[in-house]
Nanobody
């Protein structure tokens, strides 16, 4: 059984930083791409950042230069470092494990999802 457990969300002020973590169990973590998505109230879930099995990265335009995704294969964990947070970053953030080793940006390519962690940025 594959499980993804996110942590690190919270309430911060604009300009602050947060680091999200996602611990994965139940599969060969290093062989698969991982992603972070977010969903704000009334909006569709959107791609934020992804990392391939080999470390290749991709980001949504809205977070480029502010967010950094990384992975620690020895600890089966993926991270999302979020700097210079803005009120529009407020959302529930989800960690997801892809169906393959290739980095994709759409939800249909991700087979497993965490429960989500709330990030709220006040102005």
């Amino acid at each position: 059984q594959v499980q993804l457990v996110e942590s690190g969300g919270g309430l911060v002020q604009a300009g602050d930083s947060l680091r999200l973590s996602c611990a994965v169990s139940g599969r060969t973590f290093s062989s698969y791409a991982m992603g972070w998505f977010r969903q704000a109230p009334g909006k569709e879930r959107e791609f934020v950042a992804g990392i391939s099995w080999s470390g290749g990265r991709r980001y949504a335009d809205s977070v480029k230069g502010r967010f950094t995704i990384s992975r620690d294969n020895a600890k089966n964990t993926v991270f999302l470092q979020m700097n210079s947070l803005k009120p529009e970053d407020t959302a529930v953030y989800y960690c997801a494990a892809a169906s393959s080793s290739f980095l994709e940006t759409t939800t249909r390519h991700y087979a497993y999802w965490g429960q989500g962690t709330q990030v709220t940025v006040s102005s």
